[in-house]
């Protein structure tokens, strides 16, 4: 069993939409969550990090944390195809490093 | 407050060669971690230095180490490289140990080894 779970996808919504996005951890002394977003031949960059349970809010994104089933979720609200990326789960667990997992091609159709 | 620099940004060796790969983390961050990307196993830990110490390390084989600086700039060093190196090496740095911290990635070292 992998670390960190992802559906690997890819995801299609349409623009407009809201796209939602699903890991799950195995670890479960994991203590930090995050999600980056990593166009193609760029390298990731942060959209949000979560640390206790229930929900974080920032602009268009929300993401959503449930340390008692090892999920963390993040929506896209009102997506953009500028949103069109691949996106990275990454956990902080017993180890204390990083483990992202494989990651969740999203594509927004205009 | 400029971001993390990587140098090179592409480079192409042959099998056997080493490669020796350049981190800048942003200014006052002192933990830098690496990590190898490829299409296949996605992004792997290779290690975290944080004030010049190892403290963390990857699963991968004794060919790859790294090492950092007291101005927190870090060098990873490949050896006897193999054709499966070919790939995306990203440095990221944060204030703190990554375990507590939001790492920021730099732009990456594409190493392709023929």
């Known amino acids: 069993q992998k670390e960190v779970e992802q559906n690997s996808g890819p995801l299609s919504v349409p623009e407009g939409a809201i796209a939602s996005l699903n890991c799950t951890y195995s670890?479960?002394?994991?203590?930090?969550f995050f999600w980056y977003r990593q166009y193609s031949g760029k390298s990731p960059e942060l959209i949000m990090s979560?640390?206790?349970?229930g929900d974080k809010e920032d602009g268009r994104f929300t993401a959503q944390l449930n340390k008692a089933s090892q999920y963390v979720s993040l929506l896209i609200r009102d997506s953009q195809p500028s949103d069109s990326a691949t996106y990275l789960c990454?956990?902080?667990?017993?180890?204390?490093?990083?483990?992202f997992g494989s990651g969740t091609q999203l594509t927004v159709l205009p | 407050k400029a971001g993390v620099t990587q140098t090179p940004r592409y480079l192409i060796k042959t099998r056997g060669q080493q490669v020796t790969l350049s981190c800048s983390p942003i200014?006052?961050?002192?933990?830098v971690s690496w990590y190898q990307q490829t299409p296949g196993q996605g992004l792997q830990f290779l290690f975290e230095?944080?004030?010049?110490?190892?403290?963390n390390k990857g699963n991968f084989p004794g060919r790859f180490s790294g090492r950092q600086f007291s101005n927190s700039r870090s060098e990873m060093n490949v050896s006897t490289l193999e054709l499966g190196d070919s790939a995306l090496y990203l440095c990221?740095?944060?204030?703190?140990?990554?375990?507590?911290?939001?790492?920021?990635f730099g732009p990456g070292t594409r190493l392709l080894v023929l």
């Open positions: 990221a740095s944060s204030l703190a140990p990554s375990g507590q911290e939001t790492q920021y």
């Open positions: 670890d479960r002394v994991s203590q930090s």
């Open positions: 979560i640390y206790s349970n």
């Open positions: 990454a956990v902080t667990g017993s180890a204390r490093q990083l483990t």
């Open positions: 200014s006052g961050h002192r933990s």
């Open positions: 230095y944080f004030s010049e110490t190892q403290r």
